[in-house]
């Protein structure tokens, strides 16, 4: 059995199906659907049960898990639920989602000698002064810019002084885009953003640059496709022997004129751009640049090399987007 949580959202839901093209449907999916229409993430994916967070959570606290699967062995928890909201203020609901609840599961699974993979977050770099990589011994340097990110510092702080992080897996994903990310909200892609303003006027706002250095649109990132992200994620269910926080992402930074561009030839459109200024509310903890420095996963046998994000944008748009279909479907 192995246990998805935020098994109906961006990357769970791309876990799970490409758990099931693997022929696995032993799963147990663990959300909070809420009057949001993730629901339909999970039509086309098959597994065994499906339990909201709450639900879940109360298990953990009881110590009757293991009764609720029936007998079947536990091999591994992949935990992808999170509050991921980077603007949250509530700070006591974010220790209590991102950490509290991460912690509590973490034991669970190393008590059952299941194996634990975990979602990090690129959010724990800050403004990147210590740069993008994902060193173990590095983890007390960071400083996150927002309660989101030091939410989830925090857990990696715990993993690492509990001694943890050589039999858990954490992953610190960048930007990660693609199928079934439309409950999201405002914490969307741009690519979704785009595709819905593109469509609707023909044109789209990105934010002008507050720094010199950048020109307006040519903040960088590093976006990378949720098929990989999740083939990344599932790499450490096979090699058992990894351990510690390794960045997911693609290895390289693409500005978002670019990703904008790609979004506009997948649609067939001209491209057609205005630059608007940044919330005042955001403008001292905006990242200007986020690059994963991806060594070390490439050290532990993965090397697929991921989608450029041409690529990975033409098949979102037209394979998902214009067809309205999800993943699996």
């Known amino acids: 059995m192995i246990i998805v949580t935020g098994g109906a959202g961006l990357i769970g839901s791309a876990v799970v199906q490409q758990l099931n093209r693997a022929g696995r449907e032993d799963i147990l999916i663990v959300d909070h659907l809420a009057t949001t229409d993730k629901w339909r993430n999970l039509a086309p994916l098959r597994f065994m ?20 699967l029936s007998g079947c062995r536990l ?10 909201a980077t ?24 008590a059952a000698g299941a194996r634990f993979i975990y979602a990090s977050s690129a959010a724990t770099y800050g403004d990147g002064e210590h740069g993008f990589v994902d060193d173990d011994s590095q983890i007390p340097l960071l400083r996150p810019m ?25 992953i610190k994903y960048f930007n990660v885009y ?26 789209l706002r990105l934010f002008r640059s507050h720094r010199p250095e950048y020109g307006d649109g040519e903040q960088l990132r590093d976006f ?8 990344m994620t599932l790499h450490f269910l096979e090699n058992l022997e990894a351990g510690g926080i390794f960045n ?34 955001i403008r001292n903890t905006y990242q200007y640049l986020t690059c994963a420095e991806t060594t070390k996963i490439h050290g532990t ?4 090399p991921v989608m450029s994000v041409e690529d990975a944008v033409a098949d979102y748009v037209r394979n998902y987007l214009v067809a309205g279909k999800r993943l699996g479907d």
């Open 49 to 68: 049960d499906y339990l909201e967070k709450d639900a879940f959570e109360r298990l953990l606290d009881d110590g009757t898990l293991a009764a609720r």
């Open 75 to 84: 091999s591994a928890v992949i935990h992808l639920g999170a509050c991921s």
């Open 87 to 110: 603007t949250e203020p509530d700070a006591t609901y974010l220790i209590k989602n991102n950490f509290e609840y991460s912690r509590k599961l973490a034991l669970t699974a190393l």
């Open 146 to 170: 927002n309660m989101y990110g030091y939410s989830k510092q925090l857990f990696d702080l715990w993993a690492l002084r509990q001694g943890l992080l050589d039999r858990i897996v954490g």
């Open 178 to 203: 693609g199928p079934n990310e439309q409950h999201k909200g405002e914490m969307r892609s741009l690519v979704l953003k785009a595709y819905e303003q593109i469509g609707a006027t023909g044109s």
């Open 224 to 231: 990378i496709y949720v098929k990989d992200a999740a083939a």
């Open 248 to 281: 997911v992402g693609g290895g390289t930074t693409v500005s978002w004129n670019r990703l904008a561009g790609a979004v506009f030839s997948a649609m067939e459109k001209p491209v057609s751009i205005e630059y608007i200024d940044m919330p005042e509310s």
């Open 301 to 304: 046998g993965y090397k697929t």
